[in-house]
């Protein structure tokens, strides 16, 4: 059994979203099973550099389409986003100083984002989606009934 398994209940998007917050727990669950192996410090540094790379992708990625979708939360989404990175970095720091303590550091972290930032500000963003294509069927609802 992974350490971190993907569940339904984090789905956002099913599509691109969802792909890059899977491959976040498949880095999750590498970093877990070398770290178990005794083989944390031999990762931790390719795995921080993929992992900031693809977050700030993703996260613009994410971005825009909030920005797109006129989502009210996006500042304060942004903060989380920009945090995240600025952790990522930190521990960058911490793993070029020496400190042997980077990979069970990031396991934590990236464990704790994909449980509370994709369950509870991601999903802020699937609700807001929901609730505008209902408004949008109410909307072409209506204007059928009333051109009746």
């Given at each position: 059994?992974a350490y971190f398994e993907?569940?339904?209940?984090?789905?956002?998007?099913?599509?691109?979203?969802?792909?890059?917050?899977?491959?976040?727990?498949?880095?999750?669950?590498?970093?877990?099973?070398?770290?178990?192996?005794?083989?944390?410090?031999?990762?931790?540094?390719?795995?921080?550099?993929?992992?900031?790379?693809?977050?700030?992708?993703?996260?613009?990625?994410?971005?825009?389409?909030?920005?797109?979708?006129?989502?009210?939360?996006?500042?304060?989404?942004?903060?989380?986003?920009?945090?995240?990175?600025?952790?990522?970095?930190?521990?960058?720091?911490?793993?070029?100083?020496?400190?042997?303590?980077?990979?069970?550091?990031?396991?934590?972290?990236?464990?704790?984002?994909?449980?509370?930032?994709?369950?509870?500000?991601?999903?802020?963003?699937?609700?807001?989606?929901?609730?505008?294509?209902?408004?949008?069927?109410?909307?072409?609802?209506?204007?059928?009934?009333?051109?009746?």
């Open positions: 059994m993907w569940a339904e209940d984090m789905a956002i998007d099913h599509g691109p979203i969802d792909e890059d917050h899977k491959k976040l727990v498949e880095h999750v669950n590498q970093l877990h099973t070398a770290t178990s192996d005794g083989q944390g410090q031999e990762i931790v540094a390719r795995l921080l550099n993929d992992l900031l790379h693809e977050t700030v992708e993703h996260t613009h990625q994410e971005e825009r389409q909030m920005q797109a979708l006129g989502y009210p939360l996006l500042e304060e989404h942004k903060k989380g986003h920009v945090q995240f990175i600025a952790d990522l970095h930190t521990l960058q720091t911490k793993l070029a100083a020496g400190s042997t303590t980077v990979a069970s550091q990031l396991s934590t972290l990236l464990r704790d984002w994909l449980s509370v930032h994709i369950r509870r500000y991601d999903k802020d963003l699937l609700r807001f989606t929901e609730n505008k294509e209902r408004e949008k069927r109410r909307a072409a609802h209506a204007a059928r009934v009333a051109g009746r």
